[in-house]
């Protein structure tokens, strides 16, 4: 009795229940139906295709809920929208087994309304979505922060500055660890002054901050407090990386000072050419003077030696005068094809015999296929000599001399490099080797003309020069000459005779 009561309640129950209610067989017919079903009478619908009836589908539904209970015996769900007057209704088909004996019989679906979703929601939704995209795709790292200092907001740019995954950082990264040194109070306090962009705000202000290896990452950091009425809720900063436009600035402080060195350069020069020329014909004359009183005078010997002298020294400062001459392309040049690597050897062959090479071990590293060099041979004569006498005299006669080439044909040039395990260059000093009359050596020790030729040299054969010091021990100079065009545009091995 108390049984057929229960069946009697259920299935008033069931009558009552404001939706539909459909038993479903495994080949998709509708074996009993109650419910609204589109003014139809539920007994019409028994023994039809439930996706004929309901959808008005050939086919089963693609998210179909009962299909999914046969596949996995177990009560799953599926969304349905309708657009009813301006709000949209959303529904959920559930759906469960009848089990007999474990075995599914049938499977009963449910038609249940979820909470209307209006349009402003929706859009509101949509413009979340927009936000976020905003932010994950902006190029500056976005970071926002509530009070206590958890990262609430981490975009990509951010996750690429910092090192830490955008889950890693809102799941446990503290802003305040992104700065060095406390600085987070520095940047809080220029925050809430109004010394950057007003309250709460902070334009262009660079600090450091932490990159999660430890480096130091230079910023330009745009930050603001969010207020809520007068409560501080949360602080936003848009951090832009500054490597790339530091390391610009540096290359372009490095250009104009190559600038102003070539500038410097070509106006000492034009100031040594002009000496040069003043002092030629007078010391011209007094050579020929003292040769011609030396040939035609019955001199005392001590005079004549002493006359000897006078003619030595002023045929030196001759030599000095020509080499300031050479180095301001005052004398004529003889360009021909010539072999680098031959010019370095007949250098060599005249210098490894005097006392300062005693003591020096000299390596060289030739490249055999090294392509000719149009050149004058004197002035490359001249260039390994000056370099190479520096080097023998900063070793002070001992140690080793390496000298490399090889060809470059990026640069399409002759790349000659010449170390030595000297001393190495000073710092403060490496700036003005370059520049005529510019020496560290004692008096008589050094006019200081020797690399402002070398320079000179170079310029005017269009290459360059560069002198380093090296890692472990001693100068490196380094010289790039542009190979010989051939006719046929191909590099030359056209021999020195
Ligand atoms: N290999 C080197 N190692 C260390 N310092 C060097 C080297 N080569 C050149 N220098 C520095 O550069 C300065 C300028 O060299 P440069 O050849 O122009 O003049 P100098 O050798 O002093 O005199 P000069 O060559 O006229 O006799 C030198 O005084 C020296 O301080
Ligand atoms: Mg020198």
Same mark, same amino acid.
């Given at each position: 009795?108390?049984?057929?009561?229960?069946?009697?309640?259920?299935?008033?129950?069931?009558?009552?229940?404001?939706?539909?209610?459909?038993?479903?067989?495994?080949?998709?017919?509708?074996?009993?139906?109650?419910?609204?079903?589109?003014?139809?009478?539920?007994?019409?619908?028994?023994?039809?295709?439930?996706?004929?009836?309901?959808?008005?589908?050939?086919?089963?539904?693609?998210d179909?809920?009962?299909?999914?209970?046969?596949?996995?015996?177990?009560?799953?769900?599926s969304h349905r929208r309708d657009e009813i007057s301006g709000a949209e209704k959303v529904s959920c088909?559930?759906?469960?087994?009848? /089990?007999?004996?474990?075995?599914?019989?049938?499977?009963?679906?449910?038609?249940?309304d979820l909470p209307p979703r209006t349009r402003v929601e929706e859009q509101l939704q949509r413009s979340n979505a927009l936000l976020r995209n905003l932010i994950t795709s902006a190029v500056d790292g976005v970071i926002a922060a509530d009070r206590k200092?958890k990262v609430i907001i981490f975009n990509d740019a951010a996750a690429e500055i910092f090192?830490y995954t955008v889950t890693?950082a809102l799941d446990?990264l503290?802003v305040?660890?992104?700065?060095?040194?406390?600085?987070?109070?520095?940047?809080?306090?220029?925050l809430?002054?109004?010394?950057?962009g007003g309250?709460g705000k902070l334009r262009?202000?660079?600090?450091?901050?932490?990159?999660?290896?430890? &480096?130091?990452?230079?910023?330009?950091l745009n930050a603001a407090i969010v207020y809520e009425g007068h409560t501080e809720v949360a602080s936003i900063g848009f951090f832009h990386?500054?490597?790339?436009?530091?390391?610009?600035?540096?290359?372009?402080?490095?250009?104009?000072?190559?600038?102003?060195?070539?500038?410097?350069?070509?106006?000492?020069?034009?100031?040594?050419?002009?000496?040069?020329?003043?002092?030629?014909?007078?010391?011209?004359?007094?050579?020929?003077?003292?040769? !011609?009183? /030396?040939?035609?005078?019955?001199?005392?010997?001590?005079?004549?030696?002493?006359?000897?002298?006078? /003619?030595?020294?002023?045929?030196?400062?001759?030599?000095?005068?020509?080499? *300031?001459?050479?180095?301001?392309?005052?004398?004529?040049? *003889?360009?021909?094809?010539?072999?680098?690597?031959?010019?370095?050897?007949?250098? *060599?062959?005249?210098?490894?015999?005097?006392? !300062?090479?005693?003591?020096?071990?000299?390596?060289?590293?030739?490249?055999?296929? !090294?392509?000719?060099?149009?050149?004058?041979?004197?002035?490359?004569?001249? *260039?390994?000599?000056?370099?190479?006498?520096?080097?023998?005299?900063?070793?002070?006669?001992?140690?080793?001399?390496?000298?490399?080439?090889?060809?470059?044909?990026? &640069?399409?040039?002759?790349?000659?490099?010449?170390?030595?395990?000297? +001393?190495?260059?000073?710092?403060?000093? !490496?700036?003005?080797?370059?520049?005529?009359?510019?020496?560290?050596?004692?008096?008589?020790?050094?006019?200081?003309?020797?690399?402002?030729?070398?320079?000179?040299?170079?310029?005017?054969?269009?290459?360059?020069?560069?002198?380093?010091?090296? +890692?472990?021990?001693?100068?490196?100079?380094?010289?790039?000459?542009?190979?010989?065009?051939?006719?046929?545009?191909?590099? &030359?091995?056209?021999?020195?005779?």
């Amino acid at each position: 009795m108390q049984v057929d009561n229960d069946k009697n309640y259920l299935l008033k129950a069931i009558d009552a229940f404001p939706h539909r209610m459909v038993v479903i067989s495994s080949d998709y017919r509708v074996l009993a139906a109650r419910g609204h079903l589109n003014a139809t009478p539920d007994a019409a619908v028994v023994g039809r295709l439930c996706h004929e009836v309901f959808f008005h589908r050939p086919d089963p539904c693609a998210d179909c809920a009962v299909k999914t209970v046969w596949e996995t015996r177990q009560p799953a769900w599926s969304h349905r929208r309708d657009e009813i007057s301006g709000a949209e209704k959303v529904s959920c088909l559930y759906a469960y087994p009848l /089990l007999s004996d474990g075995v599914i019989e049938a499977v009963v679906s449910m038609e249940l309304d979820l909470p209307p979703r209006t349009r402003v929601e929706e859009q509101l939704q949509r413009s979340n979505a927009l936000l976020r995209n905003l932010i994950t795709s902006a190029v500056d790292g976005v970071i926002a922060a509530d009070r206590k200092g958890k990262v609430i907001i981490f975009n990509d740019a951010a996750a690429e500055i910092f090192g830490y995954t955008v889950t890693e950082a809102l799941d446990h990264l503290d802003v305040r660890n992104i700065y060095p040194d406390r600085m987070e109070r520095e940047v809080m306090r220029q925050l809430r002054n109004d010394a950057h962009g007003g309250r709460g705000k902070l334009r262009s202000y660079q600090v450091d901050v932490l990159h999660r290896d430890g &480096s130091r990452i230079p910023i330009n950091l745009n930050a603001a407090i969010v207020y809520e009425g007068h409560t501080e809720v949360a602080s936003i900063g848009f951090f832009h990386d500054m490597r790339d436009t530091l390391r610009m600035k540096k290359e372009l402080e490095k250009t104009q000072l190559q600038l102003l060195q070539a500038e410097k350069m070509a106006s000492l020069g034009k100031l040594a050419a002009g000496v040069a020329h003043q002092l030629n014909n007078p010391l011209s004359g007094v050579v020929l003077f003292t040769k !011609l009183v /030396l040939e035609d005078y019955e001199l005392p010997s001590g005079a004549a030696e002493d006359l000897g002298r006078v /003619l030595n020294d002023a045929e030196r400062c001759r030599e000095t005068v020509k080499e *300031l001459l050479e180095f301001t392309r005052q004398t004529r040049h *003889l360009m021909r094809a010539h072999d680098v690597n031959q010019a370095i050897s007949r250098t *060599l062959f005249l210098l490894k015999n005097q006392a !300062l090479f005693q003591d020096i071990t000299i390596e060289t590293a030739f490249d055999p296929r !090294l392509p000719t060099v149009h050149s004058d041979i004197q002035q490359m004569n001249h *260039l390994f000599m000056n370099i190479i006498l520096n080097a023998a005299q900063a070793m002070s006669g001992r140690g080793r001399l390496t000298i490399r080439t090889a060809y470059a044909p990026e &640069s399409g040039c002759a790349r000659i490099e010449i170390a030595d395990t000297g +001393p190495g260059i000073p710092p403060e000093v !490496l700036p003005h080797i370059f520049e005529p009359f510019f020496t560290t050596k004692d008096e008589g020790q050094g006019t200081g003309l020797g690399l402002s030729l070398v320079y000179g040299i170079v310029e005017n054969h269009g290459g360059r020069i560069k002198a380093f010091n090296q +890692p472990e021990q001693g100068a490196v100079f380094v010289i790039e000459l542009p190979i010989t065009p051939r006719a046929d545009g191909d590099r &030359s091995r056209e021999q020195e005779t």
